[in-house]
């Protein structure tokens, strides 16, 4: 009957200073902390995954197979064999140069024009706060929108060109040699809101007193700009060159509105999102778009890339 | 180098006035320290100098030339900034070879130049390196550095230790005395700190609501503050400003109520005309229109006092030791400084205060101005 010994109690006593010790309590709260915040994403996570992320890796396989031009007949694997068919093509490589034309008429246009733009409304005049909005305000314009003033403004009856006396034949939107600039005209002053947003806030960033110090050192306006604006805006000039590559790629809906497929222009404006759209809606062949939308990501990635290895080297990150 | 001066300056932002109608000249060769509270325009005035900002009226002289519309790099002043306002994408070296280079100095005597003055200032090792890798102390004299490399005609230095640890600011502050009397250079040094101001100027110009207070050496704005303001202002603790109740005539001196007591005022009347005056004043006045200032280091407790108080706090500093008290209104407070070894009296206590005779100020209650010859 007298079982209780005190050795079982040392026992149990012993066994709990022993089992959870601080660094297995620590190791079991990480885990549950980790849980938690997997937990938390997770609805983010599975919106992606079917919005992005499922579509993304489904289209590698759909570049793939040759997609008949009717629905309900079956797709057939054709390999590599499509890819290399696609980028040998001369459309693809028309379309490849004129969006690259197109990105180098734009990315540097828009970035200096938001430049100029923000240095002008830096300074503290009358009525600024009202040249800020209008500045910013492309921004919230629609492409649509953009792509009816601006196509009004090259109309070849109304527009602002016959006003100036000036009337180009082809008319400024069928011409092969303007068309694509006046698409970047379009795209730069779409671009030009967001530009001067990035180099307003880059510039309010830059201490007064630097530059001040700089005048009192005896530097003119020009040098401030160029040995000390310039260079302590670097962070916000990589940023806006990285994003207004990708926007000038991804541009396609002012193509779409103001020249389309049957505009004696469409080869020389055919960007490749544009390209890529056509294939899909026109030629029906959605294994080409997979393949077309793929060497688009492969290219963005690749500038953007390419821009961090050598752009980022000139950025001074301040203190 | 050369003297400057600002005649009759005003600036004014948004309708307040920043500066009002300056008059002030600091010497050629001089350390001028513009003490003042934030806000009372003593980095405007030199802003003004250094041309960052235009006075709305009145002039700004560098020397004998006026410099109202000269442009800030062709005025010759170099200025140290409260944060430095290094370049912070430019090495050391090219910090301060900087002004050099806008000047079109050329390579080799700018080699020298930056040489000689970083080695002077202990920042050899570290030309190569970038503000972001130097320490405050270090940033602070690559700033300095950058300011004397091209010897100006006056340096402008905003509150540059304000940013270093209590150590740091002691040592620089020497450094930047030594420094001053060896290029012998024309020197606006703002601060608000009254005791930078006290060791550092040849004299000091006290600034309040953008109007000069007044401009002397430190032991003579100590010794004989032009107003009330500064008598609070300058000295840590401040001066006792006490209400004054009644003025009467000795015998021997003048001496005056206060709450709870009086203090000796110095001067008979026959000798301070101006303190008689104030005395008749004060006697037809329904509130106190006069104040009693007394310094903290001239109040002592005894049983000989003369003022009843009681004891608030007492803040023990080590050399020294402070007693608040609050006198018999309830209302005003006044701080005794005694040595550390003398009895201290705890919080609650009564005490007797006396203040030594001849150090009693007497203010105008309503202008603040000094009255008479008052000590």
Redesign the interface.
């Known amino acids: 009957m007298t079982t209780v010994s005190p050795p079982t109690g040392t026992a149990v006593t012993r066994g709990r200073a022993q089992a959870p010790g601080p660094p297995r309590r620590a190791r079991r709260r990480r885990v549950r902390e980790a849980a938690l915040g997997y937990l938390l994403v997770l609805p983010a996570l599975g919106v992606f995954g079917i919005f992005v992320f499922y579509p993304f890796a489904a289209n590698f396989r759909l570049a793939l197979y040759r997609t008949p031009p009717y629905p309900g007949l079956p797709s057939h694997y054709v390999g590599l064999q499509q890819v290399g068919q696609v980028l040998s093509s001369s459309s693809f490589l028309q379309s490849l140069g004129s969006t690259a034309l197109f990105v180098v008429m734009v990315v540097p246009t828009g970035l200096i024009l938001g430049l100029l733009l923000a240095v002008a409304a830096y300074r503290r005049l009358r009525a600024m706060a009202v040249y800020r909005i209008i500045f910013s305000s492309t921004v919230v314009t629609s492409v649509a929108v953009s792509a009816l003033i601006f196509g009004t403004l090259m109309d070849p009856v109304v527009g602002l060109l016959p006003w100036l006396g000036l009337n180009p034949s082809p008319p400024i939107l069928e011409n092969t040699t303007w068309a694509l600039p006046a698409i970047a005209v379009m795209a730069v002053w779409q671009f030009l809101g967001l530009s001067f947003i990035l180099m307003s806030a880059g510039l309010s960033a830059i201490p007064d007193d630097v530059l001040e110090a700089a005048r009192v050192d005896g530097a003119t306006d020009r040098t401030v700009f160029w040995r000390i604006t310039v260079p302590l805006l670097s962070p916000t000039i990589f940023f806006g060159v990285v994003v207004a590559t990708i926007y000038a790629f991804q541009t396609f809906g002012q193509v779409d509105i103001l020249i389309g497929p049957t505009n004696a222009a469409f080869e020389h404006v055919n960007l490749l999102v544009y390209n890529i759209l056509n294939t899909i809606e026109v030629n029906k062949t959605s294994g080409q778009a997979a393949v077309l939308s793929i060497v688009l990501f492969v290219l963005t990635l690749g500038v953007t890339l390419l821009q961090l290895r050598f752009l980022e080297r000139r950025v001074h990150y301040g203190n | 180098m050369a003297q400057v001066v600002f005649r009759e300056a005003t600036k004014t932002f948004d309708g307040v006035t920043a500066l009002d109608h300056l008059d002030l000249e600091a010497r050629d060769g001089e350390l001028l320290v513009l003490l003042g509270p934030s806000g009372c325009g003593k980095t405007t005035a030199l802003r003004l100098v250094?041309?960052?900002e235009e006075p709305d009226s009145g002039e700004v002289l560098i020397g004998e030339q006026v410099v109202n519309d000269v442009?800030?790099?062709d005025?010759d002043?170099?200025?140290v900034?409260?944060?430095y306002?290094?370049?912070?994408?430019l090495s050391v070296r090219r910090n301060v070879e900087?002004?050099l280079r806008?000047?079109g100095v050329d390579p080799a005597e700018r080699r020298r130049r930056v040489a000689e003055v970083t080695e002077s200032l202990g920042l050899g090792d570290y030309l190569d390196r970038k503000?972001?890798q130097l320490s405050g102390g270090q940033r602070q004299r690559v700033a300095l550095a950058?300011a004397i490399v091209?010897s100006p005609r006056a340096f402008?230095m905003d509150e540059p230790l304000s940013n270093l640890d209590a150590a740091l600011r002691l040592q620089t502050r020497a450094d930047i005395v030594a420094l001053q009397q060896r290029l012998g250079t024309t020197t606006l040094y703002v601060t608000h700190d009254q005791v930078e101001a006290m060791t550092m100027g040849h004299r000091i110009a006290v600034m309040d609501r953008g109007a000069l207070q007044q401009v002397d050496g430190p032991q003579a704005i100590y010794d004989h503050p032009a107003n009330a303001f500064v008598a609070r202002f300058v000295g840590n603790p401040g001066m006792n400003l006490l209400p004054l109740l009644a003025v009467h005539e000795g015998p021997p001196a003048a001496y005056g109520d206060v709450p709870g007591g009086t203090v000796p005022l110095g001067a008979p009347f026959v000798t301070d005309p101006a303190l008689a005056r104030a005395a008749a004043v004060v006697q037809g006045a329904s509130s106190p229109s006069l104040l009693a200032g007394i310094r903290p280091e001239h109040l002592r407790l005894g049983e000989d006092g003369t003022i009843d108080a009681t004891v608030l706090i007492v803040e023990v500093l080590g050399a020294e030791v402070h007693v608040l008290c609050t006198l018999l209104d309830g209302t005003s407070k006044i701080v005794v400084r005694q040595e550390a070894a003398a009895r201290r009296p705890g919080a609650g206590e009564g005490v007797r205060l006396v203040a030594s005779p001849g150090t009693v100020h007497v203010f105008t209650g309503v202008s603040g101005a000094r009255v008479g010859g008052s000590s």
Do not use: D, I, N
Not at chain 2, 85 to 89: D, K, M, R, V
């Open positions: 250094a041309g960052l442009e800030p790099k005025r002043v170099a200025m900034f409260q944060s306002a290094l370049y912070p994408h900087f002004p806008q000047r503000p972001r950058r091209r402008l």
